[in-house]
RNA sequence: GCGAUCGUAGCUCAGUUGGUUAGAGCGCCGGUUUGUGGUACCGGAGGUCGGGGGUUCGAGACCCCUCGAUCGCCCCA
């Protein structure tokens, strides 16, 4: 017999199981039950789109599009990629399906996301998102609401020492003439900028702001503000998602050095991140926004479009799974024992008459009697139920068993 | 893409400055003793020490390469 070597999982892929597939499961359970809170309707995507649709959309400079796309030829020569977020597929579905005569349109759906990125804590090549949009809407009522939304799904979830950090990037021009007084500010020390900095001088200088290295801090409090190059429309856009989320009583703080990383972004820009020094902040290490999101205004137009308003969050469902808690598996209410072979009959009957009627239970027929009670004891059941050859023959067990004995009778 | 640490039975880990048949606990299988559901004990299966080269009389231990894991950088959810 030659021996055959096992093939390994694919690297940054998980094997979720037990109590960390509970905890998964709750946060996606938790994202529905408020998705429908929230009247945002369900949608189920393709896992992988025209390559286009995401190099178009997200921007052919950004990371994301330049090295970390999973992109393959099909046998029809055209060139696919799995998709590494949720909202450029979303946008051309919006797009090829006349969506927008259900403008404005809010959706919500879940599933995995691929990134080839070096795995790490909370950072997957195969990940898991939630993630929400509103199509079709520019007003900040839009923002409010999907801020909101995600605000009471943190709660729900039981996440705390969380801060919604909020930052707007304002209109078109706002934008622009902030980036170019931004690639002017810093051009003047260059010399003294990260290495990693100065490549996102030519990159993309927005993210010098949220830079970590100590030798780009020192010249980010000085930098331009984005509220200098605000034009009124777009000021007044902030100020009214800003009172909105007041009224609605949800917390957040302004962070003026909060950019995205793609090129999509309109106006607010937002992320959900751990407090400094909070619990949920040391279980995520350095990957600490569970949440992300913002307004893409320009989005459909770069996928050939009308110019449609639409603003949109995603989160990591591995990243709140490790803020729920633990998650038990449900517990076992009914353990049937067959203590003889002969009573496998009688033990499947009950089996189906417990769980017709809601019973979580299970079964226990291998190995002696003395390996059978062993073994069933230690899945710490409620309560045992004894099958001998001679047919079922008592329940033992603490607590009421009322439900189990009605049950079966 | 860059850096650091790590990789021994299913799981958690020991394995002294390189030296005879690689160990423990838990788990698994079998049995004994108890016990009319959580005990104790005995035995067994299971590892080409991530993989491949090299140094050496001899390598799980040293060197190189490779794969993977973990944690940072980067990026992002």
Redesign the pocket.
């Known amino acids: 017999m030659s021996?055959i070597k096992t093939p390994?999982?694919i690297?940054?892929?998980q094997d979720i199981f037990g109590t960390d597939a509970e905890a998964f499961a709750f946060v996606v359970e938790t994202f529905e039950r408020v998705r429908k809170l929230y009247r945002f309707r369900r949608v189920e995507m393709p896992v992988f789109e025209k390559t286009e649709v995401f190099s178009r959309a997200i921007g052919e400079t950004?990371?994301?599009v330049s090295k970390?796309m999973y992109s393959f030829e099909d046998r029809g020569g055209e060139s696919l990629t799995l998709r590494p977020?949720f909202t450029a597929g979303i946008a051309r579905a919006f797009l090829t399906n006349g969506w927008q005569q259900h403008a404005p349109l809010k959706v919500g759906t879940h599933g995995p996301l691929f990134?080839y990125?070096?795995?790490?804590?909370?950072?997957?090549r195969q990940?898991h998102?939630i993630d929400a949009e509103i199509l079709g809407a520019g007003e900040p009522q839009a923002d409010v609401e999907l801020l909101a939304m995600a605000d009471q799904l943190l709660r729900e979830l039981g996440i705390e020492g969380v801060t919604l950090h909020l930052n707007t990037l304002g209109d078109g021009d706002s934008r622009e003439a902030w980036r170019a007084a931004l690639i002017e500010y810093f051009s003047a020390v260059r010399g003294e900028l990260s290495e990693?900095s100065q490549e996102?001088l030519e990159k993309?200088p927005l993210?010098i702001l949220d830079?970590?290295?100590p030798r780009d801090r020192k010249f980010v409090g000085d930098a331009p503000k984005i509220d200098a190059f605000l034009s009124d429309d777009a000021r007044a856009f902030f100020d009214a998602v800003t009172s909105g989320l007041d009224a609605a009583g949800v917390k957040w703080a302004r962070a003026e050095g909060l950019v995205?990383?793609?090129d999509y972004y309109r106006h607010t820009a937002f992320?959900f991140i751990p407090d400094e020094g909070s619990a949920a902040a040391a279980a995520l290490?350095?990957?600490?926004?569970?949440?992300?999101?913002g307004r893409y205004d320009g989005l459909m137009e770069s996928l050939g479009g009308a110019p449609t308003p639409a603003v949109g969050w995603?989160?990591?469902i591995?990243?709140l799974a490790m803020l729920v808690g633990e998650k038990s598996e449900p517990a076992l209410e009914a353990m049937v024992l067959v203590e003889h072979d002969d009573g496998l009959a009688v033990a499947n009957e009950l089996l189906s008459k417990l769980r017709t009627a809601g019973v979580v239970a299970d079964i226990m027929a291998?190995?002696?009697?003395?390996?059978r009670?062993?073994?069933?004891?230690?899945q710490?059941?409620q309560?045992?139920l004894r099958v001998n050859e001679h047919g079922y023959h008592g329940?033992?067990?603490?607590g009421d068993n009322r439900r189990i004995v009605a049950a079966i009778n």
């Open positions: 021996k390994q999982a690297r940054g892929t950004t990371d994301v970390e977020e990134r990125e070096r795995p790490q804590k909370g950072r997957y990940f998102q990693d996102r993309n993210r830079s970590k290295d995205r990383g793609l992320e290490g350095s990957q600490s926004t569970i949440l992300g999101g995603a989160a990591g591995e990243r291998t190995g002696s009697v003395k390996k009670y062993d073994k069933a004891v230690k710490n059941p309560h045992i329940i033992s067990g603490e």
